[in-house]
């Protein structure tokens, strides 16, 4: 039975067609972000700007992510995912002309983070409301899981190559991020798909929906807050150029390869659920990932050796995709169409807050007690997390089922 549901997962052409578009986009944006990270620390060599990298993404998208969920109402949702990867095309082709030119300064990449940021803003909630409507609800939850597993297959391939390629110089991972992110607009433009608007009118109280839905559904306002606070304290991404240079004393090859070792973990555990779905116990079973997300960080920060430093981030990432899993499809399965942007929207600011503050928390906690002291205390911080969240929300330790 599995395998015919995924057999017919594949036949949803519309689906696939959106599953390669985001395969590209992200595959180029992994890319972008290798090259951006790595060429901030050849100019400043800061452990500070590579979080304010974090924050300067973090901002815009803060901002502007609820307008945005209310926009994927009310507007087609493939278009605004196409004109997301365009501007970050944009952006890469900035890159391109900049670097040789002389002018790829610690400034333009503070401004092209704000750029990346607002786009990032509109794109995840388009694309989050978006993949229920191109599968039958029966489909949905392997849906989730074969989009994060080539997602995740991206992220692997996308560090690794823009490590490789940043050897040849920043100029050709960026070229390359450009063609990739104007492949998936085009896909996206081809995606057909039943549109019906919203009506509600842009008003405070319509903007703020989402928020009120997550807030009076304890379940999902404990699922995505464990993630928040889990990866905002346990994420070491940031530090990983710090970690490649100075203490695993690799170059940018050996960088794209640490940035991909938490995809492939991820990876790994996104085929089995596709495979073998979560159906029992499923609160406790996520509390108890974030904890081994929260051990498998302390082994990382404090390993001296390459290859135990790739499984320790390999097993954060198998660790953060059933949190991963678990929420989108408890969201997708709870919201009704017709405010599946806006919830998409919290979810957005959840998964930003987590990934980009937390990469400006780790320098900022770096440049105080190195990044060692960073990574541990953020991964005890992360252990402690889940502990917390079994007594303040006893509904989602209790869920039994997905839905």
Not at 18 to 31: C, K, P, S
Not at 104 to 113: E, K
Not at 162 to 190: E, H, I, Q, R
Not at 192 to 207: F, G
Request: glycine share 10%.
């Amino acid at each position: 039975m599995p395998h015919t549901r995924l057999s017919d997962l594949f036949a949803q052409r519309q689906f696939v067609r959106f599953w390669m578009a985001r395969l590209a986009g992200v595959m180029a944006n992994q890319m972008l972000m290798v090259a951006v990270a790595w060429h901030m620390y050849d100019i400043t060599g800061s452990a500070w700007d590579l979080g304010l990298v974090g924050l300067f993404q973090f901002v815009p998208a803060l901002v502007m992510t609820l307008p945005a969920g209310h926009l994927a109402d009310r507007l087609h949702r493939g278009r605004i995912f196409a004109a997301c990867m365009l501007a970050q095309a944009v952006v890469a082709l900035l890159l391109v002309a900049a670097t040789p030119g002389g002018f790829a300064t610690r400034a333009l990449i503070f401004g092209v983070s704000v750029v990346l940021g607002t786009a990032r803003a509109f794109q995840m909630p388009a694309q989050q409301a978006l993949t229920p409507l191109l599968v039958p609800q029966a489909l949905l939850q392997r849906a989730i899981a074969l989009s994060t597993s080539g997602m995740q297959a991206a992220i692997i391939c996308g560090p690794a190559l823009g490590g490789v390629l940043y050897a040849a110089g920043a100029t050709t991972v960026y070229a390359c991020c450009a063609g990739l992110l104007g492949l998936s607009c085009a896909l996206t433009l081809a995606v057909r798909y039943r549109h019906v608007p919203s009506t509600e009118s842009a008003t405070l109280r319509t903007v703020l929906a989402g928020v009120a839905f997550v807030w009076q559904r304890k379940v999902l306002l404990g699922a995505t807050t464990l993630d928040l606070f889990a990866v905002l304290l346990g994420g070491a991404t940031a530090l990983l150029p710090i970690y490649a240079r100075d203490i695993l004393h690799t170059g940018p090859a050996g960088l794209g390869l640490l940035r991909a070792a938490p995809a492939f973990g991820a990876l790994a555990m996104s085929l089995a659920l596709t495979r073998w779905p979560l159906q029992r116990r499923v609160g406790h079973r996520l509390l108890a990932a974030v904890a081994v997300f929260g051990v498998a960080t302390v082994v990382f920060g404090v390993s001296s050796h390459f290859w135990v430093s790739l499984l320790a981030l390999a097993v954060t990432g198998a660790a953060d995709n059933i949190s991963v899993v678990t929420r989108l499809t408890l969201v997708q399965l709870e919201t009704p169409d017709e405010m599946r942007g806006r919830v998409a929207a919290v979810n957005s600011i959840f998964i930003g807050a987590s990934n980009q503050l937390g990469e400006f928390e780790s320098g900022a906690t770096a440049a105080l007690f190195g990044p060692v002291g960073s990574v541990v205390l953020g991964g005890v911080g992360t252990v402690l997390v889940a502990a917390t969240w079994l007594r303040l929300f006893p509904a989602l330790a209790r869920r039994d089922r997905m839905a």
